[in-house]
C-alpha cells in the first residue's frame, strides 16, 4: 500500500523475444501476437490449433514462474483493454465489464471516473486483470478474499474459437475453475467485476518490533480493514502498514511523499542492493540501515493510489499461503532459520491476511489465510534460502502463490487442493488436445504431452 502509484517495469520483449519482469523466464516465440478484436485472437487460436501448435498469454510478465513461457504463439492482450459496460446493481454495488488485458492502474482511472473502485487490491497493479485472477493475486485484509473473488461472470474463448459465458448461474462448474486457471482452460476475453463506489483510504505505516507487532497481530487484523507488515531480517524491526476508510479529503502527493518513494524507497534501495549483491556479507548491515530508514506515513487518498507500490529494485518471489491459525509458527520458524543458516537476505519478509473463499485452484480456498512471501534481490542466490523456507511451509499445508516461485509437484499439489481432480477434468473437457498447455504446465498438472 502506498501513496501514489508510478508504472514500474514490466516484461520486456521484440518480436520474437520475450523475458519476464524479475529475468527469471525467457523464451522465443514463433508468434508474438497482440490482437485488438475478438475475430483476431479466434483466428490465433484456431490457426494454432489446426497446426498443432501451442497457445499462451501474456499479462504484464509480473509471474516468476514459467506460466506463459513458449516457442510458439504468445499472445499479449494488452491491445484488449477498457471498460465495456456499467450495470447499477444497488447504491453500494455495480457490475463492471472490463476487457482483460486491461492493466489494473488503467482500470483504477477508469473506475474513478465512474465513480467506482475494487474492493481490495494488491501491492502492485501493472498486471492485466486477468492475469492478476488467473494466478490468484491478493491484497491484504480479513474481510476481504483474493482479487479473484471479486468476479461474478466471465467469458472463456476456448480452444475451439467457441466463447463461454460464465457465471454462478451459469455454467458454474466452469466458471469455479475458470477464476484461477492459470490460463489452462482457454483465453479471457471478459470479466465481470463487483465493483463498490469510489472510496478515500487513510493510510498509516511505521516502524515496529515484531515482538510488539505479533502482540498486537490479533487486534490489528480485526480492527482494520487493511493491515500487513514487513520484517526486516537480522534486526527486530517491522514496517506495519494500515488502511481504513475514511471521509477526509486526499492529502497525499507531497513533494517528500513523492521523494520519499522514488529516490528513497527505489533508487537508495537499489543501490544498497547493488552492494549486497557485490558484497553478500553486508547483509545483516544493510537490512539494519533500511530499518532504520523506516519512516513513519499518515495521509489520505483514493482507493487504488493508496493500494500500489511502485517497484523498481527488481528480485526473485516465493510465496505461500498458509492457514491463518498457523501463522505466527510459520514465521517464527522462518526467522530461526534465516539465523540458523545466515542466510544473506536483505529484503523484507511480507506478511499479508486473506479470508477464505470457495475457488477451486485458489490457494485460499475453504481457508481463512495468512501469505507469507520472500524475496531476493535479482542476481543473488536465492535458491538455497528458497528451499529451506518452502519445507516450512510444507509442514503446515502451505499451497504456493500461482505466480511466485515453488517446487511442488502434481502429486504434492492434489494433495492440497480437493477439488483438483474437477479442475482437472473441466480441463480437458475444455481443451482436449492440450492446446493451452506449455511444458511447465504439463508437469504441474501431470499431464504427459502423448497423452493430453
Not at 68 to 83: K, R
Not at 151 to 177: H, M, N, W, Y
Not at 428 to 441: C, I, K, S, T
Not at 442 to 447: D, Q, S, Y
Request: net charge negative; charged share 20%; hydrophobic share 35%.
Amino acid at each position: 500500500m502506498s501513496q501514489k502509484s508510478l508504472m514500474a517495469p514490466t516484461s520486456t520483449g521484440s518480436a520474437r523475444n520475450w523475458r519476464n519482469w524479475s529475468g527469471s523466464v525467457a523464451c522465443t516465440p514463433q508468434n508474438f501476437a497482440h490482437p485488438s478484436t475478438i475475430e483476431e485472437l479466434r483466428k490465433l487460436v484456431l490457426q494454432a490449433g489446426t497446426a498443432g501448435g501451442q497457445v499462451r498469454v501474456v499479462g504484464a510478465g509480473h509471474s516468476f514462474t514459467p506460466l506463459v513461457q513458449t516457442n510458439d504463439t504468445l499472445i499479449s492482450l494488452d491491445n484488449w483493454q477498457g471498460i465495456e459496460h456499467v450495470e447499477k446493481v444497488d447504491e453500494q454495488q455495480d457490475i463492471v465489464t472490463v476487457r482483460a488485458g486491461t492493466k489494473l492502474s488503467t482500470l483504477g482511472k477508469l473506475l474513478h471516473e465512474h465513480g467506482l473502485a475494487q474492493e481490495n487490491l494488491g501491492d502492485i497493479d501493472v498486471q492485466s486483470i486477468a492475469g492478476a485472477i488467473s494466478t490468484g493475486t491478493h491484497g491484504t485484509g480479513i474481510q476481504f478474499g483474493t482479487i479473484a473473488t471479486q468476479v461474478v461472470g466471465l467469458t472463456l474463448l476456448t480452444a475451439q474459437g467457441e466463447e463461454l459465458e460464465c457465471s454462478p448461474e451459469e455454467r458454474p462448474d466452469i466458471f469455479k475453475a475458470a477464476q484461477v486457471s492459470l490460463g489452462s482452460l482457454g483465453i479471457l476475453t471478459h470479466v465481470k467485476l463487483r465493483t463498490v463506489p469510489s472510496k478515500r483510504l487513510h493510510y498509516r505505516s511505521h516502524r515496529e518490533s515484531l515482538e510488539s507487532c505479533l502482540e498486537h497481530l490479533e487486534s490489528y487484523k480485526q480492527e482494520n480493514s487493511h493491515f500487513e507488515f514487513y520484517w526486516l531480517p537480522h534486526t527486530k524491526w517491522v514496517q506495519t502498514k494500515f488502511a481504513n476508510e475514511t471521509e477526509a479529503a486526499p492529502n497525499a502527493g507531497s513533494l517528500w511523499s513523492t521523494i520519499n518513494q522514488v529516490a528513497l524507497e527505489n533508487g537508495l534501495y537499489w543501490l544498497l542492493s547493488e552492494a549486497c549483491r557485490l558484497f553478500p556479507r553486508l547483509t545483516p548491515t544493510i537490512s539494519r540501515i533500511s530499518a532504520m530508514g523506516i519512516s513513519p506515513v499518515d495521509e489520505v487518498d483514493y482507493s487504488h493510489l493508496i493500494f500500489a507500490t511502485p517497484r523498481w529494485v527488481r528480485f526473485q518471489e516465493m510465496e505461500y499461503n498458509i492457514p491463518a491459525e498457523h501463522f505466527t509458527t510459520v514465521l517464527a520458524e522462518v526467522k530461526r532459520c534465516i539465523e540458523k543458516h545466515n542466510f544473506e537476505v536483505h529484503f523484507p519478509i511480507e506478511c499479508r491476511f486473506v479470508q477464505g473463499d470457495d475457488i477451486w485452484l485458489s490457494p485460499a480456498y475453504q481457508r481463512d489465510s495468512a501469505y507469507i512471501a520472500v524475496h531476493m534481490y535479482r542476481g543473488m542466490r536465492y535458491k538455497d534460502y528458497f528451499q529451506a523456507v518452502e519445507e516450512i511451509y510444507q509442514h503446515y499445508q502451505g499451497r504456493p502463490h500461482w505466480g511466485k516461485m515453488h517446487t511442488l509437484t502434481a502429486e504434492q499439489l492434489a494433495s492440497l487442493y480437493p477439488r483438483w481432480e474437477d479442475f482437472k477434468r473441466i480441463r480437458a473437457q475444455l481443451d482436449p488436445q492440450g492446446l493451452f498447455l506449455n511444458g511447465y504446465l504439463h508437469v504441474l498438472f501431470g499431464v504427459p504431452p502423448a497423452s493430453v
